[in-house]
């Protein structure tokens, strides 16, 4: 079992408040990233649950036993660093068995272990190297090594791939989810990489400035922002926003007018709203098409195009000079500064209040 | 015009031949130290200085007649070692806690540490002659054990702090996740990464409480003197005879350059092992 509780944890270093109050709950078996921008306290809120940060106020739970003020030995939890943080003077094989010394295990129990996750992790032939002889994906490996042979309760990571080049990247992301999945492990992930949080997680937690914005599925954060932030930060490319007005607005749905002036009706619940307030449209690139000038929700002038080879990206400026991405096969062609017809997939549009709340979406009824 | 080998080469020698010169120059007086303590003490004298004389071991012999070598020597040792143990005792929890729980004074207290090292030590021998002949500390090994590793901690601490800031402190982490209690995170992690640089510390403090002359003259009299008071010595009450003072001197210093020597070829090893990363 590990299920992990965090209760009203707040963090300060200083006078500046870096965690301003997370509640947060983590089930057994479950892959859960922190994702957000740099410096809104992801590595500090892991560094909380480790030990290694003294909380300010606070509790965190495992399995109904108080772990606030353990020293990180007894938390039963193992770390991944971004740096590795391999024990430069062990070999590799010393650097996986050092835990289990410590712990006064048997030889044989430590030498089994150490043999199994090295051939988890393929270190068999380097198990006598030191790291400083080890390429940066195998020393990635030996710091992962090194957490799984003490079967800790939780796995936490801390950016670890982001050392990696991109192709190595990918390669150890599809090796972390195997992981996950064989040793039914329980793991917190941290990293400002919205794909890695989007392939890896079962629960994706989006900080933002010490404060959890949202928790969901990657596909329920995806689908159902409940913000702004998390709209425009989860996606790639990102939601563009276009600022509109409310024309009406009740729980039915909602119409609104954009700055150049086209209105369009979205079947949001606009009961919270009022006529005239400011609200922002938010739609992903794969929501918006192409089509017929004379047909099209509203116009737009081609600024640039980006071909990818199965997509091209093209980003239209509207007539009131917002940008927008739109998603087009890779075969479209067109050329800059040509006026396109664009249409937008109303049901699959966001519509954000003047706090920059998600308003919600109406159930769609089935015909 | 010379091409880009000649003048690449041309540098190399100019450069051999300044750290040749300069090597020479800090040896010279050694050497010549070496020299005077074989001559007599009229060929010790004479003018021009003489390059070659028969050598004689009388200096030698009358030294070890006149005074117990090994009295001396054996002081020096059970000193330098002493505090040089007592220093690297309380040196390396002190920088381990500045270098890795630094807080908003960790830096003013190393640069006030340091800056008592710049006071004139002269400036403090009354009350620390007074505070030891009150506790009966005069003349022992221990009292000059403790002046030297207190002298000598600011550099201990500056040193070894400055050798732990270059360990990334994610690597003691693992190790307190790993279970390391906060010895084991020293003892088997923090110290045999920093092996080099502690070994370089050691080596300073050795070197400086063997060389200390100040308060090993003001502080001891016989019981506890190490070897610079017998050198001392041998340069007071009946003039000076150059000769002798070279023979002791000699005798002196050759300990801790025998060490020095030994232990340069593992330091050098100990630095480039103990690489990081
Ligand atoms: N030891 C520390 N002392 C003071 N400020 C810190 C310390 N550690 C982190 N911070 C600050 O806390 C904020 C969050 O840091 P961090 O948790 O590392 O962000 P993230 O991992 O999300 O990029 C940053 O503004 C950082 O400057
Ligand atoms: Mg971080």
Known sequence: MADLTIKNLKKSFGDLEILKGINLNIKDHEFVVFVGPSGCGKSTLLRSIAGLEEVTSGHIYLDDREITELAPAKRDLAMVFQSYALYPHMSVRKNMSFALELAKESKE????????????????????????ELSGGQRQRVAIGRSIVRQPKVFLFDEPLSNLDAALRVQMRLELARLHHDLKATMIYVTHDQVEAMTLANKVVVLNQGQIEQVGSPMELYHSPANRFVAGFLGMPKMSFLPATVVSSDHQGTRIQ????????????????????????????????????????????????????????????TSSNETLTVRTPGNFTCNFGQQIGLSLELDQCHLFDDQDQALPRLERIAA | ???????????????????????????????????????????????????????????????????????????????????????????????????????????????????TKMLPPVGVLVP??????????????????????????????????????????????????????????????????????????????????????????????????????????????????????????????????????????????????????
Not at chain 2, 211 to 229: C, D, H, I, K, V
């Open chain 1, 258 to 317: 954009l700055a150049d002036g086209a209105t369009l009706a979205l079947p949001v619940n606009g009961a919270t709203l009022h006529k005239n307030s400011q609200v922002t449209l938010g739609v992903r690139p794969e929501n918006i098409h192409v089509s017929d000038p004379s047909e099209s929700d509203f116009t737009g002038r081609l600024d640039i195009a980006e071909n990818l080879g199965s997509d091209t990206y093209c980003y239209v400026k």
């Open chain 2, 1 to 115: 015009m010379l091409t880009l080998k000649q003048r690449r080469s041309l540098t190399t020698a100019l450069m051999g031949i300044l750290a040749w010169g300069v090597a020479l120059a800090i040896f010279f007086p050694i050497f010549w130290m070496l020299l005077t303590s074989f001559k007599t003490e009229i060929d010790a004298f004479a003018t021009p200085p003489q390059l070659f004389f028969t050598p004689t071991l009388e200096n030698y012999t009358l030294v070890n007649e006149r005074s117990d070598y090994f009295h001396f020597a054996w002081n020096s040792v059970v000193v330098s070692f002493g505090s040089t143990i007592i220093g690297m005792l309380l040196a390396v929890p002190a920088a381990y806690s500045m270098a890795f729980f630094e807080t908003k004074r960790t830096k003013a207290t190393l640069l006030w540490m340091l800056s």
């Open chain 1, 109 to 132: 129990t430590i030498n089994s272990k150490v043999a199994e996750a090295a051939r988890i992790l393929e270190l068999e032939p380097l198990l006598d190297r030191k790291p400083k």
């Open chain 2, 128 to 277: 620390i002659y007074l505070l030891f002949k009150d506790l009966q500390m005069l003349d022992t090994r221990l009292g000059l054990t403790i002046i030297f590793t207190l002298i000598n901690l600011p550099i201990m601490i500056w040193m070894a702090y400055t050798y732990f800031k270059e360990i990334p402190k994610e690597v003691l982490e693992a190790a307190r996740m790993d279970g390391s209690t906060l010895f084991q995170e020293i003892w088997r992690v923090l110290l045999p990464m920093s092996k080099g640089g502690l070994a370089s510390t050691v080596l300073l403090s050795l070197i400086l409480s063997w060389n200390e002359a100040f308060w090993s003259l003001n502080l001891t009299a016989s019981q506890a003197a190490p070897l610079t008071a017998l050198i001392a010595s041998y340069s007071s009450p009946e003039g000076l005879f150059w000769a002798k003072l070279s023979a002791v001197s000699t005798l002196a210093c050759a300990p801790i350059l025998i060490f020095g020597w030994i232990s340069q070829k593992q330091l050098v090893r100990g630095l480039s092992f103990g690489a990081v990363k």
